[in-house]
């Protein structure tokens, strides 16, 4: 492998390791270095680069490359920040998905998700699911309580359904107190504690199934963040923080 360095981040346990880019990475060089046992570990992987606007890339743990990132987006806007590449505290990345504004604050990032679509429903199994699209696909089937799920056996199972070619994450939710309490299987990755834009997904359907409306508190296993939906337009507000720095490969 060749020499990278690397800073840890994570964002409601979603971690990532940062690279400064460009860098083209190749699948095998991914999956080792988010490997939690031989490699650093991460649920995949981003590299930034200093550009007009910054620029974002993202890789999920099994190589495969990724649309958009909720959380890593969270995480590249405060290292741009903080590195200086930024003119303010609002400034704009591109994405795989195009252009999408950000906002560091004292106590977390916001960042802009985009507009979520309804892409309709199927039926997997005996749970009807919810398909929305938020710059990359998502399965959201409504339960009564996610922590009696089976996410480990049922969410592969859907990610990799044959009506999903490129495969879909998939979110398991239940609305409670105005709010969104789930669970996640993300694709290319598995169960982690926290997606992104499968928030925005469980958050935005949740407007359409129990009318929710403002800024809705989303729970899940890492912690607990917000959504909020601005004419149309969905924004993503949660902690994120550094773990550690290092490098890895050849000397």
Known sequence: MRAVSFTKMQ??????????????????????LCDRRFGVGGDGILAVTRADPIRMDYWNADGSRAEMCGNGLRCVAKYAYDRGWAPDRNFAIRTPVGERGVRV???????????????????????????ID??????VVLVDDPSRVDVGSIGPRVEKDPQFPRGTNVEFATVNDGGVTMRVWE????????????????????????????????????????VGLRDGVAWLRGPVEYSFRGSVGER
Do not use: W
């Open 11 to 32: 964002g409601l346990g979603n971690d990532f390791l940062v690279i400064d880019g460009p860098i083209d990475l190749d699948p095998e060089e991914v999956r080792s």
């Open 105 to 131: 604050l004292e106590d977390g990032v916001e960042v802009e998700i985009g507009r979520p679509i309804v892409v309709g429903q199927t039926t997997i199994g005996d749970e009807r699911y919810h398909l």
């Open 134 to 139: 938020v710059g990359n696909p998502h399965a």
């Open 187 to 226: 694709r290319g990755v598995g169960e982690t504690t926290a997606c992104g834009t499968g928030m925005v997904a469980a958050a935005f359907l949740a407007t359409k199934t129990h009318e929710l409306e403002g800024v809705i508190p989303v729970h899940v296993p890492g912690g607990h963040g917000e």
